[in-house]
DNA sequence: CGGCGTCTCTACCTTAAGGGGGAGCGGCGG
DNA sequence: CCGCCGCTCCCCCTTAAGGTAGAGACGCCG
């Protein structure tokens, strides 16, 4: 076969609902230069195939099961350092977001974006250029000047999201119930909040964590 | 024009976000007795689209932009009780769902369905047979035999997510503390959560509250 | 009408949570 | 090498939260 003037560009979906899928396939087949090649419903079929199509393009939804998105991206990234990669999200307000762009991924995008933007991420990203949602680089620079929960802080605030006490915290992580106060204070000082409920309800809102 | 042997049903897609509108459009209308009408994307916009098209069926997501799915079918039963309504969402521990359902809506789904099970939800549906998603039944047993909420707690427990104290949910309800304090109580011990920060932890994952 | 559930309020008591400090120790980078 | 940061632990103190118990007012339904 000669070469090709205009090669499509191959695009591997992953989501986990068949629904979305279709509605991707359906948007990107309709389009003459794109074309999906396989499609996955959870993270380790994702890094399977995308190692075995190599498509040009990744679409990849934060939250699936077996291995979220963070985990897919930087997988993917061990097995080709230049693969294109647009992350996928419904809410706006996931901090993973921040983690997959500095991990490497392309492109982010909202899943209520209308058709023409998903396309034309996919293109920006198959050319290599970034492609960010408007609104998530004004999210990254409030993000920046908010301070950070350090990973111990992150442990303690998923248990007390739980509805955990101190005590059971300090059981759990096996330190004592003073430092477990210790970091709660800390946690609760750094999101602005008043209680731990408050506190669990500002970092949803943010998605330091997912309930 | 004769009369349709076999004619079409008609269905009406409710969404707010345009990929699941492709998806499911792109579902419904490669099936030979099917076809999307029309698709709205809030709940609005549903209500004066299925008055406009007077559709079969009407696909509605549970969670929308300016009204909610629960509303939307309580509007709809309004306009035209004999309404044959199908609710989609994406959390199975939704309590709108049982809402919905005894509020007439004839079948419910969950969004990570497979093409087939969506389908023929809507076929079953479109025959006025009530369609509910593998499990749901069972869930609604469990729901029977645990403590319902009543509407003053709903309101309390609302509050009590965003983290507000027992003073400030008294001052905003116009009710004393120890009022405020009377109704924690009680949602502590129907929800068997031994503090608040629990009592919303498991408040949401049944689907009482959305953060 | 009489009971039942809801919402309201009360008092007392125990325990957990939050605020304000200080301090030792290990790693990492200037 | 020294300082910064993260993790750990400790003190004391105030306040909020949770447990127990009782009671009045209203509306709904058998």
């Known amino acids: 076969m000669a070469a090709v003037v205009k090669p499509h560009i191959r695009v591997v979906l992953a989501d986990d ?3 979305v899928r279709d ?3 359906a948007m990107v087949n309709q389009q003459p230069d794109m074309e999906v090649v396989a499609e996955a419903g959870d993270g380790d079929e994702a890094i399977a195939l995308y190692e075995q199509h190599r498509p040009d393009v990744m679409v990849l939804d934060l939250r699936m ?3 979220d998105g963070v985990a897919v991206v930087q997988r993917v990234l061990e097995i080709n350092p230049k693969a294109c990669i647009l992350v996928m999200t419904t809410y706006d307000g996931d901090e993973d977001i921040f983690q997959c762009l ?5 492109g982010y995008l909202l899943k209520d974006a209308p058709r023409q933007e998903i396309l034309s991420a996919i293109r920006a990203v198959s050319e290599d250029r970034p492609y960010t ?3 998530v680089a004004a999210k990254a620079l409030q993000r920046m ?7 111990r802080e992150l442990d303690v605030l998923q248990l007390v999201a739980q509805g955990r006490s101190n005590k059971d915290i300090a059981r759990r992580l096996s330190i004592t119930e003073g430092t477990a106060k210790t970091h709660v204070k800390a946690i609760l000082t750094k999101l602005d909040a008043i ?6 309800a500002v970092a949803h809102k943010r ?3 997912h309930l």
């Open 102 to 106: 500095s991990q490497g991924a392309k």
């Open 207 to 209: 998605g330091l964590i």
């Open 17 to 19: 609902h068949p629904v």
């Open 145 to 151: 000047a908010k301070p950070s929960l350090t990973q």
């Open 65 to 67: 099961p077996k291995r």
């Open 195 to 200: 209680s731990r409920t408050e506190a669990v």
């Open 23 to 25: 509605g991707l396939a």
């Open 133 to 135: 949602s408007s609104g």
